[in-house]
């Protein structure tokens, strides 16, 4: 079975309509989490107790789209 694993992480962004953090020290890396639906549920609680700020925000991503093993290269490999 393949393991699709999904990072939750949020903070305080410079604006609101923006994604671009104010200050990336202090990024809350909520977790890592080995499906979309667990994510989703960390993602949400972590949101609702900051939803008093506007300018925090928080995010899944899905690490498991970063790199493909079965390629020879993968394009997050040419970034850099």
């Known amino acids: 079975m393949t393991q699709r694993l999904h990072l ?3 903070g305080e962004l410079s604006n609101p309509s ?3 953090f104010k200050n ?3 990024i ?3 977790g890592m989490f080995p499906n979309y639906q667990s994510a989703y549920d960390a993602w949400k609680s972590a949101a609702h107790r900051t939803v008093d700020n506007a300018h925090m925000r928080y995010f899944i991503a ?3 789209r970063l790199r493909d093993e079965e390629a020879e290269t ?3 490999e ?3």
């Open 8 to 10: 939750v992480f949020g």
């Open 18 to 20: 923006k994604n671009h």
């Open 24 to 26: 990336v020290d202090d």
């Open 28 to 30: 809350d890396i909520v």
């Open 62 to 64: 899905h690490i498991h």
């Open 74 to 76: 993968s394009t997050t």
């Open 78 to 80: 040419e970034l850099g």
